[in-house]
């Protein structure tokens, strides 16, 4: 079985996070293969970035969750791109109008759909959108 962890997941695995508990029991009870994209990449050092600019973290925790993000998904996950095929799918479902889909999570979907047997999330409307796409949710 393999899952791919959206940025909400990777978040609270690497920060003090209301889901964090949720994060690591799900992941206990998940034996899988693991992906991590670029964009949910990306999205976690945003959400990291953003909790120093308004003080909520200092840089040096911050460069510690870096740090222990990257050796994590180095050694634990496996890295996907996005892909342009990833962008075009994600288009198509923000197209259909009835999802409250923003273009990261239709892209995060796209991609989970491509690579992964089944998606975690903690994002309520996302998985309810994933749902409705078609795409498994991992137990979380």
Do not use: C, N
């Amino acid at each position: 079985m393999s899952v791919y962890l959206d940025a909400s997941v990777l978040v609270a695995l690497f920060t003090d996070d209301p889901f964090t508990e949720r994060a690591y029991l799900a992941l206990e009870s998940v034996p899988a293969l693991l992906f991590v994209s670029d964009l949910a990449a990306a999205e976690f050092s945003s959400t990291i970035a953003r909790q120093v600019r308004m003080k909520r973290v200092s840089t040096s925790d911050a460069h510690a969750a870096f740090s222990t993000f990257d050796e994590w998904t180095s050694r634990a996950s496996q890295r996907v791109q996005m892909t342009g095929g990833d962008v075009t799918r994600a288009d198509a479902f923000l197209r259909r109008l009835d999802l409250p889909l923003r273009a990261p999570d239709a892209i995060h979907i796209a991609i989970s759909q491509r690579v992964a047997d089944s998606l975690l999330t903690f994002d309520k409307r996302m998985a309810a959108s994933a749902r409705s796409l078609g795409t498994r949710l991992a137990a979380g």
